[in-house]
């Protein structure tokens, strides 16, 4: 059942590193993950991987798997021939850290640039009222795992490092969008998300879409459902009328 | 060396520990929070079937009184009664406020949170998202330390002058001021660089202790490590005998054994068989629950629909059953070809609602295992799941022994008796998470000065020690024996000769332990942290497979091959670690635990308090009954 894989693993610290080959038993059933792991209790002690559930509900061991964005846990070894080499890099949008290690908190700092849920403050813990359709739409969205991965793959910031500071990035453009279709959302978010999370970047190839370990449509279901309340916003001609005759801000 | 000081420290950062640093937070003390993981990928994001709250939204004859009793009734009697009052009295505020923190819960029809049934539970009653709950419960909870910190950067110009999270970043050691907790030692994954914390009050939230086995639903943070740092303190732990084996984890392929299978597939429905096709649970239905469960398959299928006039099927016994008789039908040979049982949504419900009342399930063995939950029957057996011991609190703060100590959720011992309901951690971390927040708040408001740390030194060189061994042992190799000791001889089933046979493998490995030699820099090295976190897995094995072999009895998560039967005289009796001053070896010592409450044991029909107490305590109970 079991057979000797070649492995090409990305390994270095401090911003130099190489590929290492390894050659390394494999066994029925396993995943990407677990041959690292046997790397690293057998060949390779020191090899820095993160992982954590070993069930693809973390979103911890994010790694590019034969160049593509994979989920180290969920990449099946019977996916590939026995014969091919597997080339295990980290992400490539990140620095890193050490092996297949990145350092991810540009997504930290940008969960932090976008205000959090913000209820009426009339309404108490316990007295929330929403339909189960109403909260759907949102609920898509929370499903997200945050490994990052369409932060990794999206164009906009993959080999462009200038728009990192002007651009949120899939996963919190996605945060946007779940808050703005929160039935008790009350906080102002389309303009801010054009404004001043970079929504505008985005031009749809759904890179973000294909890599989402979670299938969450992120493209079809927040990213251009939010551009298309950012224009209505804009560009709605009643509601410029109605923004200049009421003064409201929104 | 880098040093910061806090006011209060929390150590971990699943719902606990997040639940503890906010309440400390908003009490105004400046809180860190320090995780061996990234912020946000904790192992209560596994946590699948929901948060138990008598809520009452589905059915409104739940309340707090009922859920207490079902918890009491789920850890065979020995639970802290104080603290399973607590929880059941609590835990509704506590679900509805992460609504108010930005929470989506799945709705009943009238646009309240639903709730839905599970093992033990005598209503639905269980908080849900699908099947990823404790995702949602760890998000909701990060998210409100980011509203948080948003607030300090409106209020102080700075988005972490009040609360911090210190991730990836792991503690080896509490540091003490004479008898009292005075900081923390650790270092940080990334560089290998060390770190202090002077703080008056440590929360202690690491979870459990499940990567001392082999099969088990926990992730590699699971290594003790609140367990061992709080022996090392001083402090003691109690009920370590006690270990869930959750009944169904996967048991195929290899390389995902262990690895969970939501006990929601069989509160909506999904039932048990062996290789013969019989639904065995109605074999298993132990004296003490005869009257609450059905007793043919007619009757527990109409209870789906209609559990006002049916009793529950057996498949919902409080896990330690279920467990248990899995595993006898596998031993007794009607297993499934990879060694477990069959559990079978597909013949039960259509397609498109096994996909929407269990997303996850149907997407993990998919994807791991090939198998289509919607189609065919899935392989299941017992895990390591949850440790029902841990640090001996005060239930009220979460207070230990030892001064300015806090634990909260898995590394505390007590709330869940014998056995743990499914969907009373995740209420149980967030009302004992904010339980121990504000005691810690409180006890540093209570000093009249600072701590001083000590020992600063010790821990470096501990720490450095496998870096500076050459050609010592293989940490790997050490924890793999570990596991399979533990697995083999301190597992679901356990006799004296065999928990002796692992007390002595335990002893050798210590000796091989403190000779683990680690290759490469400091800088994200698992081998080197694999060997720091064998000390604790190593004590907390100890603890467990002492405590195992002291207790004569079998009850809830502890069952003696050699001792078949409850006995009333153990109830009474907690098992209560401590270490030895030089942190080398265990001692357990018999502590009888206080009587019920008045008001609360009258809430049980003296009938069913029969089954579990002493003569004794029976006429404590009558008369209690008499005065009132």
């Not at chain 1, 911890?60 to 969920?74: A, D, F, V, Y």
């Not at chain 2, 004992?432 to 600072?450: M, N, Q, W």
């Not at chain 2, 050459?470 to 001889?489: A, F, I, K, S």
């Amino acid at each position: 059942m079991g057979y000797k894989a070649k492995f090409r693993v990305w390994r270095g610290e401090g911003g130099e590193g190489k590929l290492e080959d390894f050659t390394v038993e494999v066994n029925e059933g396993e995943v990407v993950l677990d041959v690292i792991h046997r790397l690293q209790a057998t060949q390779a002690p020191d090899l820095a991987v993160r992982w954590n559930c070993k069930a693809g509900k973390c979103g911890s061991c994010s790694m590019e798997i034969n160049g593509k964005p994979r989920l180290g846990c969920m990449t099946r070894m019977s996916t590939f021939s026995e014969d091919e080499t597997i080339t295990v890099t980290p992400l490539r949008t990140f620095p890193v850290i050490k092996d297949l290690v990145t350092d991810v908190s540009f997504n930290y700092q940008k969960a932090r640039e976008i205000p959090s849920f913000t209820p009426p403050a009339d309404v108490k813990p316990g007295e929330f009222r929403m339909q189960q359709v109403d909260v759907e739409r949102s609920q898509e969205f929370r499903k997200c795992i945050e490994c990052f991965m369409c932060q990794n793959v999206c164009h906009v910031i993959r080999d462009h490092e200038e728009n990192k500071p002007n651009f949120a990035g899939p996963r919190y453009l996605m945060r946007i969008a779940e808050l703005d279709m929160h039935p008790y959302d009350v906080a102002e978010r389309k303009e801010s998300a054009q404004e001043a999370h970079g929504l505008g970047y985005c031009n749809i190839t759904k890179c973000c879409t294909e890599v989402c370990p979670e299938h969450i449509k992120i493209t079809d279901n927040a990213l251009i459902p939010m551009k298309e309340r950012v224009v209505d916003r804009k560009y709605d001609p009643l509601v410029w009328l109605g923004s200049k005759i009421f003064k409201r801000q929104r | 060396m880098e040093r910061h000081e806090y006011d209060v420290v929390v150590i971990g950062a699943g719902g606990a520990g997040l639940r503890a640093a906010i309440e400390a937070r908003q009490q105004g003390k400046r809180t860190a929070i320090v995780c061996k993981s990234l912020f946000g990928k904790a192992h209560t994001v596994m946590a699948e079937g929901g948060a138990a709250a008598a809520m009452g939204n589905v059915n409104p004859n739940d309340n707090w009184m009922v859920h207490f009793r079902d918890t009491m009734r789920g850890g065979k009697f020995l639970n802290n009664w104080r603290m399973a009052e607590l929880h059941a009295k609590e835990a509704p505020d506590r679900v509805w406020e992460l609504e108010a923190w930005g929470a989506l819960f799945d709705r009943t029809k009238d646009g309240k949170i639903s709730q839905r049934n599970f093992g033990g539970h005598e209503y639905p009653r269980l908080a849900h998202v699908g099947d990823r709950t404790g995702l949602e419960l760890i998000r909701t909870l990060q998210q409100r330390v980011v509203a948080l910190q948003q607030e300090d950067e409106k209020l102080h110009g700075d988005p972490e002058a009040y609360i911090k999270v210190f991730a990836e970043c792991t503690i080896t050691r509490l540091l003490k001021d004479g008898d009292a907790i005075a900081g923390a030692f650790g270092y940080w994954r990334e560089t290998g660089d060390f770190i202090v914390f002077d703080a008056p009050a440590v929360v202690l939230a690491t979870g459990g202790i499940g990567k001392s086995y082999v099969v088990t639903s926990n992730s590699w943070e699971y290594t003790g490590d609140g367990h061992a740092l709080a022996l090392l303190a001083g402090a003691k732990l109690i009920n370590m005998e006690f270990i869930q084996f959750h009944p169904t984890g996967m048991v195929w392929p290899p390389s995902v054994r262990g690895i969970l299978v939501t006990e929601s597939v069989r509160g909506d429905g999904g039932v048990l068989r062996n290789s013969e096709g019989r639904r065995f649970m109605f074999d298993y239905i132990p004296e003490v629950f005869k009257d609450k469960y059905a007793t043919t398959e007619e009757e527990a299928d109409r209870w789906y629909t209609d559990q006002a006039n049916n009793r529950r099927p057996p498949e919902l016994l409080p896990r330690d059953e279920v467990a248990r008789a899995i595993n006898a039908e596998v031993k007794a040979g009607r297993g499934s070809p990879q060694g477990g049982v069959y559990l079978d949504v597909s013949t039960r419900l259509p397609a498109e609602e096994i996909i929407k009342r269990l997303p996850s399930m149907h997407h993990q063995f998919k994807e791991l295992a090939d198998v289509d939950i919607t189609k065919e029957p899935m392989q299941v057996g017992p895990t390591c799941h949850y440790i029902m011991g841990g640090v001996e609190v005060d239930a009220d703060t979460g207070a230990a022994s030892v001064p300015g100590l806090f634990a909260a959720g898995e590394v505390s011992g007590g709330m869940h008796g014998s056995n743990r309901l499914g969907g009373n951690s995740l209420s149980d971390l967030l009302v004992f998470g904010r339980r121990a927040g504000a005691g810690a708040a409180a006890y540093v408001d209570s000093l009249a000065k600072r701590p001083t740390v000590t020992g600063v030194e010790e821990a470096r060189a501990e720490a450095l020690a496998p870096l500076e061994r050459t050609g010592g042992e293989n940490p790997y190799e050490v924890h793999h024996e570990l596991q399979r000791t533990m697995n083999d001889l301190v597992g679901i089933i356990r006799k004296a000769e065999e928990i002796t046979e692992a007390l002595q493998v335990i002893e050798k490995l210590k000796e091989r332990a403190k000779n683990c030699a680690s290759s490469g820099s400091r800088i994200y090295n698992p081998g080197w942290h694999l060997a720091l976190d064998l000390r604790n897995m190593l004590l907390v094995s100890e603890c467990v497979a002492k405590a195992a072999l002291m207790r004569e009895e079998s009850r809830g998560g502890h069952t003696r091959d050699d001792f078949p039967g409850m006995s009333a005289e153990w109830r009474r009796k907690l098992l209560v670690c401590s270490a030895s001053p030089d942190g080398t070896s265990i001692t357990v010592e018999e502590k009888i635990q206080p009587s019920m409450r008045s008001d609360l044991i009258r809430l049980f029909e003296r009938a069913e308090l029969e089954k579990y107490l002493t003569e004794e305590e029976l006429a404590e109970y009558d008369a209690a009954v008499k005065e009132s």
